[in-house]
Structure formats: structure tokens, C-alpha cells
């Protein structure tokens, strides 16, 4: 069974950082074609925050780029989020998400962290 399990929200004041984790069991870290972070903010629908695929390619939604980091540790089947320079618009709950190709598309996801910035 795969889970993903994501860590490090908080609180924070606005300019400040937080990292996030996202561990994974249940599959080799290898077999997952592409890890990402959403967040959804009250009253929003989901949005997408950044991508690292399997062979360690990154992308960014334009809102967090140059300010948030994505990174993997395939050693520790564990993806990362560097957050820097937050913004009270970047209050959400971050959601990490796992895409396995396999015949078909799998998604799986986090239950959810929840990152608090305040003015």
C-alpha cells in the first residue's frame, strides 16, 4: 500500500522559511515517475506548486518560483519542499502528490500539512 506522509508545516511571519517533507513507503522511490506539491487555500480549488520528476527534472508554478526549492532523497524515499521568503498568500494546506505510469496513471496523495504565514 503506498502511502505518503508529509511533515514541517507551521506557523510562520511573512519572510520566513519552512521545509516540508513528504515520505513515502509502500514503493520504491525509483518507480515513481514524477513527485509534486499542491496547496489548497480556504475557499480555493487545489493549485499546483512544483514537480520533480524521476530523473530530477524541476518546475515551478510562477507564484513560488525563486522562492520555493524542490528536491528529492531517494536514499530516504523522502521529497522536500524549501520554502523561503513566504507571503500570507502562500497560507494553505500543502499537499503532496506521487504519479506512478504504469500501464496507466496512479496519483496518489498526502493527507495534507498546514502552512500558516502571517503579516
Known amino acids: 500500500q503506498v502511502q505518503l506522509v508529509e511533515s514541517g508545516g507551521g506557523l510562520v511571519q511573512a519572510g520566513g522559511s519552512l521545509r516540508l517533507s513528504c515520505a513515502t513507503s509502500?514503493?520504491?522511490?525509483?518507480?515513481?515517475?514524477?513527485m509534486g506539491w499542491y496547496r489548497q487555500a480556504p475557499g480555493k480549488r487545489r493549485e499546483w506548486v512544483a514537480t520533480?520528476?524521476?530523473?530530477?527534472?524541476?518546475d515551478y508554478a510562477a507564484s513560488v518560483k525563486g522562492r520555493f526549492t524542490i528536491s528529492r532523497d531517494n536514499a530516504k524515499n523522502t521529497v522536500y519542499l524549501q520554502m523561503n521568503s513566504l507571503k500570507p498568500e502562500d497560507t494553505a494546506v500543502y499537499y503532496c502528490?506521487?504519479?506512478?505510469?504504469?500501464?496507466?496513471?496512479?496519483?496518489?496523495w498526502g493527507q495534507g500539512t498546514q502552512v500558516t504565514v502571517s503579516s
Open positions: 502528490n506521487a504519479v506512478v505510469i504504469a500501464g496507466r496513471e496512479f496519483n496518489f
Open positions: 509502500g514503493i520504491d522511490i525509483f518507480s515513481i515517475n514524477a
Open positions: 520533480i520528476t524521476s530523473g530530477g527534472s524541476t
